[in-house]
């Protein structure tokens, strides 16, 4: 269908419709004809990796590329032309959302993969040897979770080169993101301070070391091309005084998740009555077990620590409902709850389990699971705990 409708396009289509191409295909012109090109070469060459194409390829020969472009052509129109078919579907969405008092929240991860355009076509802004191989890939040490770590296997970036052309890569990066997005989750924003880097020939995270990152330097260079930042920063885990002096000195909302609230004592950060204004309350996240199953699976004394905390006890009020209650009264700036919250569903709905690799966001609600009711419970909450504007 897609190509039937370039076909269409490329016979019929009215100037209206050929001036928006022509619109999207300039503002997206730094990025849009290079990945075009890397996902038809990626395809013709059965998928492998950019690093294992033909070296004139893998090093961007001019006259290679110029070849390729020519021999490929068709199949790049048609990836620029499926970009252009998703922005401007997706831009009329976040129209229509916005239009109706809804913005849409977006995540972006730190890190890009290695098999990627970014990393093809600025290899030299990342830490790469010579024939596009990483010297130390991005994870996270050995801790409660995990005895040997997480080694994500992301090519970390070369910070010395990004900054001297003042963090162009980022500001594009960022600017792509706007465009889809009224505001944005940053994933692992204590790496912006120091990042765990471990040699890329290494099997786990076990062996890496805390590598300093410029994140004033490139935070300054964001606040300047953008001036208040519509970010949230994924704060989560081990968190150091430099990373909290780096979210809160640039006015980012940290996260609280209530279903970590409860492990410990009456000071622990994520219970409620402890948050901040300038944060951001979730019942749970995506990688979080559903509320309800999460509550199932503490033990007796704790649930009853729980409930306690949230007086509950003798309320007709189940579970979740007490914490989503929670969630809506903290003073936290925004409140989010997971639409199998919000239905009550048990971890049979999980959307996914970290580390595993099968399973995972799959989950999708059907319309009869919508109890009658619901969206006026929902609003008289929301109303009750100022979340109305």
Known sequence: MLHLARQ????????????????????????????????????????MPWWKWPQPLRNRDAD???????????????????????????????????????????????????DSADVWCGRHLFDLDESGAPH??????????????????????????????GFAWWKRRLESQLELFDFLRVDHFRGFEACWAVAAHEQTAEHGYWQPIPGRALFDALVEAFGELPLVAEDLGVITHEVESLRDDYGLPGMKILQFAFDSDAHNPYLPHNHAENCVVYTGT???????????????????????????????????????????????RLAIVPMQDLLALGGEDRMNIPGTTSGNWQWRFRWEQLEEGLSERIERMCRLYGRIF
């Open 64 to 114: 290679a590329l110029q070849a390729a472009s020519e021999e490929l052509g068709e199949h790049v129109a048609q990836c620029i032309f499926e970009q252009f078919l998703f922005f401007r579907q997706w831009g009329e969405l976040r129209a229509y959302a916005n239009e109706r008092g809804v913005r849409l929240f977006g995540d972006m991860p730190i890190f890009v993969a290695l």
């Open 8 to 47: 269409q396009f490329e016979c019929s289509a009215g100037a209206e419709f050929r001036d928006a191409f022509e619109a999207f295909t300039q503002r997206h012109g730094h990025w849009l004809s290079d990945y075009g090109l890397f996902r038809a070469l990626r395809r013709h060459h059965n998928d």
């Open 286 to 332: 995506h990688d979080n077990d559903t509320t309800l199953g999460w509550f199932d699976s503490r033990s007796p004394e704790l649930q009853q620590r729980i409930c306690e905390y949230l007086g509950c006890g003798g309320m007709e009020e189940s579970m979740p409902w007490p914490i989503i209650r929670s969630a809506f009264a903290s003073v936290a």
């Open 136 to 165: 130390y890939v991005a994870g996270v040490p050995p801790d409660y979770f995990s005895a040997t770590g997480q080694l994500w296997g992301n090519p970390l970036y070369n910070w010395t080169r990004m900054g001297a052309d």
